[in-house]
């Protein structure tokens, strides 16, 4: 094929995948499973007829693809999510995946009639979720997840490629030599892969940091430069000997919660970047499967999905968070969402890269593993959180906003606008009023347009559902406002059900309470607060709508600021006396 044919080839695949893309989220399906499935059928089996066995290129595309896509993640991961998702996400990026790997190997192990180290191989290939399909699938699924269960997938599926990566070029060597397994060595491997992941990662992030600062580029230029600058440390580390993966991930966990004026058009050309490195991988790893080789071994690659979705990891969950405040389907929920992905299927072409014997054995089941696990929990993402009732309502948000001061020797300034939902609201007097401002400078209203025209606002303008506000404002005080403006929306049947009718501040003291709503006053500390009690009931990793029973009333955790509880729902269970 010439160069014209191969883009025109390119180019119509990927138009057609985007296009149907639009099918798949109204039937529920995974959107990277259009992509995947539109590379088989160009394939060499397919419509297409295309011939394509290049396991080196698609190789490097994988990581190239894989870099890319954690950059992007790491750029959408709130460091907030750390306190109260980081430990937990550590512990199942390690010892979850190599419960998965030993579980799972022994179980393939068993069931082709191999030996155990060629099982543990293909347990180490399959044993860490995929970044790119958790990044997608949680960010598009339309549910809201609380704090502690979204940021404990999201950084877990960051983290959890230096132990899979690890474990696999450690067995393939071991594989291809006669030499035992030294375990101190494989414990020093581990080490030196996270510490200079981590610490490359950091110091990197804070350079670009700086560099994006001080220098002046166009505008379209700087989400190539954190691009170019990502890669560069991705590949840096792995040469070094480190984790490249964790690496990259962490510079865009460090770019993305920096203060950065142009962070924002920044995240929409990396978050494009991003879906083009998806599409291309995901396509390019669907022209190299031939689909009747997955049948060979068909039905022992279903038993191996099974066992892997419904024992493997929901063990390797459970062990993993016991030392943790989870609740049972909270962990239930984590173990379901243990996609597969991307990245079980570039390991798989380590064995083939290296000539082990049955390596296309290996990739043929892990391809069938991950198109089992996308069909089956990429397309129950949602249905799962509502069943298991961990979604929690979105909070009021502006829709848009500009940084307009944003650097680390000011405080913050920025323009959002809002839409409003509430009615009888007067400018400016209730909203400045309403707002409790711990910054130098008050919230300033900009504008008011309605019906896409500005208008005059005086002491007298009222607000009318669908009017939009532009104010100014330091990000400490978005929240406050945006509940001013969407006060109509909180009263809804879902906030009501979820939060409760009522809501009073963390500090209200208990006693009062029970007072109020007729709940016993029997052994009650008079000075311990609403808060105090959430907190002691549910440990210190408190999150949004965590609750508590005290008596005939539902206390649900409505606004967190840091640690501390501000806002607490009440619901009544039942008539008080």
């Not at 704090?147 to 997938?153: A, F, P």
């Not at 323009?415 to 400078?441: C, D, H, K, M």
Request: contains cysteine; aromatic residues 8%.
């Amino acid at each position: 094929m010439d160069t014209n044919g191969f883009i025109f080839l390119a180019g119509i695949l990927l138009l057609v995948s985007i296009l149907a893309s639009s099918f798949t989220v109204r039937v529920g399906l995974p959107l990277l499973l259009v992509f995947l499935g539109m590379g088989m059928l160009a394939g060499e089996e397919g419509i297409g007829g295309l011939n394509f066995d290049n396991t080196d290129m698609s190789f490097f595309v994988g990581n190239l693809a894989l870099a890319v896509i954690l950059l992007d993640g790491g750029m959408q991961t709130q460091t907030s999510t750390f306190r109260v998702a980081l430990w937990p996400s550590l512990s199942l990026a390690t010892l979850g995946v190599v419960f998965t790997t030993a579980s799972v190997g022994t179980f393939a192990a068993w069931l082709l009639d191999v030996k155990l180290i060629y099982g543990l191989l293909l347990g180490a290939i399959v044993g860490s979720t995929d970044a790119a399909a958790v990044f997608s699938l949680l960010r598009n699924s339309g549910v809201k997840l609380n704090e502690r269960v979204g940021g404990t997938l999201e950084i877990e599926s960051g983290a959890n490629d230096p132990m899979a990566i690890l474990l696999v070029v450690m067995l393939t060597g071991l594989m291809q030599s006669a030499e035992p397994l030294s375990v101190m060595a494989f414990l020093g491997q581990m080490v030196q892969q996270f510490a200079l992941g981590i610490a490359f990662g950091l110091l990197g992030g804070r350079l670009l940091l700086m560099v994006l600062r001080r220098v002046p580029l166009i505008e379209g230029l700087y989400a190539l430069l954190i691009i170019s600058f990502g890669l560069a440390v991705f590949a840096g580390v792995n040469m070094l000997g480190g984790s490249g993966f964790l690496a990259v991930y962490l510079v865009g966990l460090t770019v993305g919660n920096g203060r950065i004026k142009q962070l924002d058009a920044i995240s929409q050309v990396m978050d494009g970047l991003a879906w083009l490195a998806q599409a291309g991988m995901f396509l390019l790893l669907g022209l190299l499967v031939t689909p009747s080789s997955l049948l060979t071994h068909g039905l022992q690659a279903v038993a191996i999905a099974a066992f892997l979705i419904f024992v493997a990891r929901p063990l390797a969950v459970f062990v993993c968070l016991l030392p943790f405040d989870f609740r049972w389907p909270e962990r239930l929920y984590i173990s379901w969402v243990g996609l597969r992905g991307a990245v079980p299927i570039v390991l798989a072409l380590y064995p083939v890269i290296a000539g082990l014997t049955n390596a296309e054995l290996l990739f043929e089941i892990t391809f069938t593993v991950v198109l089992i696990s996308l069909l089956l929990q990429g397309s129950t993402v949602p249905h799962m959180a509502r069943w298991l009732k961990i979604v929690v309502p979105p909070a009021p948000a502006p829709t848009t906003r500009y940084a307009l001061i944003n650097d680390e020797t000011r405080p913050a300034l920025e323009l959002y606008e809002f839409v409003v939902q509430a009615e009888g609201i007067r400018i400016p007097g209730s909203i400045l009023q309403n707002v409790p401002s711990e910054t130098v400078s008050t919230p300033q209203l900009v504008s008011l347009v309605r019906d896409h025209q500005p208008k005059v606002v005086n002491a007298s303008t009222l607000l009318q559902p669908e009017d939009r506000i532009w104010m100014l404002l330091h990000p400490s005080d978005v929240n406050d406002v945006a509940q001013i403006f969407s006060q109509q929306a909180s009263g809804s049947f879902l906030l009501q059900n979820f939060f409760g009718e009522f809501a009073v501040r963390g500090d209200a003291p208990l006693i009062d309470l029970a007072k109020v709503y007729g709940v016993p006053l029997d052994d009650l500390d008079p000075a311990e607060t609403a808060a105090e009690l959430l907190q002691r009931k549910l440990g210190k990793s408190v999150v949004v709508g965590d609750r508590v029973r005290f008596g005939n009333l539902r206390l649900t955790v409505r606004q967190m600021n840091g640690n501390q509880i501000e806002s607490i729902g009440l619901k009544l269970q039942s008539k008080s006396p």
